[in-house]
């Protein structure tokens, strides 16, 4: 809030001239993981605005996603995730295109959230296009891609994915997955 003001408060001293502080372009990088350039002309946009800013990059992160698409993920991990009392548990393969990001400690932990997942929501295809048709399943509930993400339910799991494609500038796939249950 006291950028805001701060920025305000420029504005009409300078005549109207934008000014971002590096305060406002550090707190919004530390919260989306974007580049400084990213950050400061997303705040301009926003008119220093923090939360306009982080929607414009949100937006940009779904275009770069989009772009990166049809690239080929032939590198990744497979990550495993058993519950508490081991009687549920899941496997994902997820794909990016260098092992290089492979190897990230945020690449690993979007794997491990997503085999979380698959345990705790039970999904039955990777997305709406897995769906045989004439088939009556309720698609949010079916797919991985369109359920909403367990630790923040106000996204999707394809959400958390795209902002990730957008944080480390390669394409990301579920390749596949698979949930064990005891008795099940």
């Known amino acids: 809030m006291l950028n805001l003001l701060f920025l305000r408060l420029m504005m009409h001293n300078m005549g109207e001239r934008l000014i971002i502080s590096a305060v406002m372009v550090k707190d919004l990088r530390d919260q989306t993981g974007a580049g400084i350039m990213l950050c400061r002309n997303a705040l301009l946009e926003a008119e220093g605005d923090m939360r306009r800013a982080l929607q414009i990059l949100k937006q940009q992160g779904l275009l770069q996603a989009q772009k990166k698409a049809k690239r080929a993920t032939t590198q990744g991990v497979i ?106």
Do not use: W
């Open 79 to 184: 990550e495993t995730y058993v519950h508490t009392r081991g009687c549920i548990g899941a496997m994902v393969e997820l794909n990016c295109e260098t092992d290089f990001v492979a190897r990230t400690d945020e690449f690993k932990e979007l794997a491990h959230h997503l085999a979380m997942q698959v345990a705790a929501q039970d999904p039955q295809f990777i997305s709406r296009e897995e769906i045989p048709e004439g088939a009556d399943i309720e698609p949010e509930a079916a797919c991985l891609l369109l359920q909403p993400y367990i630790k923040n339910p106000d996204e999707t799991v394809q959400d958390i994915i795209a902002e990730t494609i957008a944080r480390v500038g390669e394409n990301i796939k579920v390749a596949r997955f698979a949930r064990f249950k005891i008795g099940g």
